[in-house]
């Protein structure tokens, strides 16, 4: 339950970052257009005002492709672990199980039986062909 209420909340946070991202992208692309704007009209201080603008959002659009990517790496062993956990529970049910076949089983009574099981298959082999 703890596993799958922290996928689910990473799952949240990388569809915050989707978004936050992709507001960036529009405020970016409006940017774009304002500099434009303001080059054609002869504006250069506005322009370079712009231009920083512009440059620290391109910067904050890279920082939250980290943060998505750390999120999915999050994610990922989150998914492992719980994995993990269950390969962990899987094989000690089956050691319990192959410890309590091994109490049940005793080991000279097999070894017997096979033996006399080769012993009448060599007879029966014998009748066969005579």
């Known amino acids: ?16 970052i989707t978004r936050d991202r992709a507001a960036l992208e529009k405020q970016e692309k ?4 304002e500099i434009k704007k303001m080059a054609k009209t002869g504006n250069k201080e506005a322009c370079k005002v712009l231009a920083k ?8 659009k890279n920082r939250t492709y980290a943060v998505s990517s750390k999120v999915t790496s999050m994610s990922t062993q ?3 672990m719980n994995s ?7 094989m000690s049910t089956t050691a319990k199980t192959m410890q309590a076949v091994n109490k049940k089983m ?5 070894l017997q039986t ?5 012993k009448e298959n060599m007879k029966m082999e014998m009748t066969e062909e005579m």
């Not at 799958?4 to 915050?16: D, M, S």
């Not at 603008?53 to 391109?58: A, D, F, I, K, S």
């Not at 005793?106 to 097999?110: A, E, F, I, L, R």
Request: hydrophobic residues 35%.
């Open 114 to 118: 096979m033996q006399n099981f080769q």
């Open 106 to 110: 005793d080991p000279q009574k097999t």
């Open 30 to 33: 409006q940017l774009e257009l």
């Open 1 to 16: 339950d703890i596993i799958k209420e922290q996928n689910r909340e990473l799952r949240g946070t990388q569809r915050a």
């Open 78 to 80: 989150t998914k492992v």
């Open 84 to 90: 993990q956990m269950k390969m962990a529970g899987a």
């Open 53 to 60: 603008q512009l440059v620290q959002l391109r910067k904050q």
